[in-house]
């Protein structure tokens, strides 16, 4: 996961939404650990489940970190007013995007992540142009 996510990031933008759908220790958390390492970040990435947020400033980048695991209706998130969070300068994933449901913003990249008996296996899929700009970039990447 951590190797993914650090991958994944050299791909990865500001403005991109993603959106990260798997069972609790299906390992959400430590692939966006991955990506924040990919971004150079090497302190400390908690959990957001209790604090709904955790947020990263990567000289001029943020990455918003969500965890909506514990919304227990979708007008919760409208309520919380994260829509501002889901802007240009920023990355935002979302673990539990399902707790917010059509509220939130459409997410360029979706991760669907599946517990195997050895390890993990995630399915990735682009819900916009630019997520599938980001997974074209990623496969050149990969090649080389
Ligand atoms: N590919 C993997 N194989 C085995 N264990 C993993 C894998 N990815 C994550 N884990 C472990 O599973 C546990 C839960 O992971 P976490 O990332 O917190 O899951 P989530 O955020 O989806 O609830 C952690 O102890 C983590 O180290
Ligand atoms: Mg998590």
Redesign the pocket.
Known sequence: ??DLGKKMAASLHAGLTIH?F????????????GILHGFGYHHVVK?P?YNLVEIYKISRLYLYHF?F?RFNNYFEWEEAGFRDYFNSDSICVV?WPEKAGDLLPKADLQLF?S?LE???SIEIRAGTETGKQCLIQWKNQEKM
């Open positions: 996961m951590l990260l798997g069972n609790l220790g299906a390992g959400k958390t430590t692939l966006t650990r959990s489940t965890d695991y673990e992540f517990i050895t390890g993990r």
